[in-house]
């Protein structure tokens, strides 16, 4: 008989991203303000930070305006931070945000992190994967193991949904020519792409975000073996 698989789901590409997030980027510097009490922020990220190596880098992939790296950065003492984002605009508001001579800022994808292999203590990506189909989203995974030491800790926010597929944001959000597409997965799908790169599954939790009637999924795991 037929085989059923799901709808193949499309992403925007890249450079309508890139403008959505210039575009947004103040508005977005604000909310993300009212966010960091949340312990999502509060409690994770702290934690996260312990559990890595106090030695070496943490990336946040998708760094945004740099709120996560700046609660990051009080929670260390000498851990080199690395943010990495789409959008110059972010990317500027992040510099002085975290404002620390241990942070460096790249503009790039979540498949390019500019660091050595085996580098890295940590890389944490909250809210960035709907942006990414399958093959980008196994592309970043590969690149995080590559810049990770053993041992090392992988920190990831998705919005997760086990029915809708499609996100779409709409043009008078974004200020793009077109309205701005991302997608859906579910928990068992994300779980799976960070156990097929080669990671260890520590937690997955989930949690639902009242405000915007939305689920988000918490995976954290461990390099086992370079």
């Not at 030491?149 to 926010?157: E, I, S, T």
Request: aromatic letters at 6%.
């Amino acid at each position: 008989g037929p085989t059923r698989t799901r709808p193949k789901m499309s992403v925007s590409d890249e450079n309508v991203t890139e403008s959505m997030y210039d575009n947004t980027a103040e508005g977005y510097a604000k909310m993300m303000k009212g966010e960091m009490e949340s312990p999502i922020y509060s409690e994770k990220l702290p934690r996260f930070a312990s559990a890595c190596s106090p030695k070496l880098a943490i990336v946040d992939v998708g760094c945004g305006s740099g709120d996560c790296l700046a609660l990051i950065r009080d929670a260390t003492t000498e851990t080199p931070l690395i943010g990495v984002d789409l959008s110059n605009a972010m990317l500027k508001l992040a510099n002085e945000n975290v404002d620390s001579d241990r942070a460096t800022f790249a503009h790039g994808s979540s498949t390019k992190i500019p660091a050595e292999d085996a580098s890295c203590g940590g890389v944490m990506c909250y809210f960035v994967t709907h942006h990414l189909d399958d093959d980008a989203l196994k592309a970043s995974l590969v690149e995080w193991r590559r810049c990770l030491a053993p041992n090392g800790k992988l920190l990831l926010g998705c919005w997760t949904s086990e029915t809708d597929k499609q996100i779409e944001y709409p043009k008078d959000m974004t200020g793009t020519e077109e309205p701005m597409k991302a997608v859906y997965r579910t928990q068992d799908e994300y779980k799976r792409a960070v156990s097929d790169a080669g990671f260890c599954v520590d937690s997955l939790e989930t949690q639902e975000e009242e405000m915007m009637q939305m689920t988000m999924c918490f995976i954290e795991a461990t390099l086992t073996d370079n």
